[in-house]
T-cell receptor
């Protein structure tokens, strides 16, 4: 079983839709949860991070962590064509090694 | 935020030759640098972790004699793919972290290697 599971998609939504991206994980020691956005042929950039369980909101983006279910989500409200990218979840337990999901490819259609 | 650069962004080389990729932290001191490999529609695969002035720690299955990593300064790490073969063609991404930037890793823009 992989440490982090993420549906690769692709996911295609109309502009303005609410997007839900999800990851599950197996290691209950993970404490830090991140979402990265990666545009084509570019390196990932940090979008959101959360420590332990709970929600975090930043503009149109909301990150949720449910440690009891080992499940994390990223919601994008009022999605825009510029949100079209691959979204990677990542987690760490405290050391400096990150564990990444496979990434979900998102296309927002104008 | 902190900036990490990679050079070259794209390289094409012939089978059997060696290729060096540079990763630089431009505005902070990177005590730790990471090298990843990414296949199309696949996740980032950690190849090795290097701390400045120390030998790199390679992940299981990564040939250290083939993928030479040098982290000689707090702002520069290099990955040399020796005797490259077509199966080494991939997207290589570095990331850098340091005490001044906390736990976060800052990623470079990646290098697309094509071995013909």
């Amino acid at each position: 079983q992989k440490e982090v599971e993420q549906d690769p998609g692709p996911l295609s939504v109309p502009e303005g839709a609410i997007v839900s991206l999800n990851c599950t994980y197996s290691n209950s020691a993970f404490q830090y949860f991140m979402w990265y956005r990666q545009y084509s042929r570019k390196g990932p950039e940090l979008l959101m991070y959360t420590y332990s369980s709970g929600n975090k909101e930043d503009g149109r983006f909301t990150a949720q962590v449910d440690k009891s279910s080992k499940y994390i989500s990223l919601f994008i409200r009022d999605s825009q064509p510029s949100d079209s990218a691959t979204y990677l979840c990542a987690m760490r337990w405290g050391g400096n090694q990150f564990y990444f999901g496979t990434g979900t490819s998102l296309t927002v259609i104008p | 935020g902190a900036v990490v650069s990679q050079h070259p962004s794209r390289v094409i080389c012939k089978s059997g030759t060696s290729v060096k990729i540079e990763c630089r932290s431009l505005d902070f001191q990177a005590t730790t640098m990471f090298w990843y490999r990414q296949f199309p529609k696949k996740s980032l695969m950690l190849m090795a972790t290097s701390n400045e002035g120390s030998k790199a720690t390679y992940e299981q299955g990564v040939e250290k004699d083939k993928f030479l990593i040098n982290h000689a300064s707090l702002t520069l790490s290099t990955l040399t793919v020796t005797s490259a073969h077509p199966e080494d063609s991939s997207f290589y991404i570095c990331s850098a972290g340091g005490t001044s930037v906390g736990w976060e890793q800052y990623f470079g823009p990646g290098t697309r290697l094509t071995v013909t």
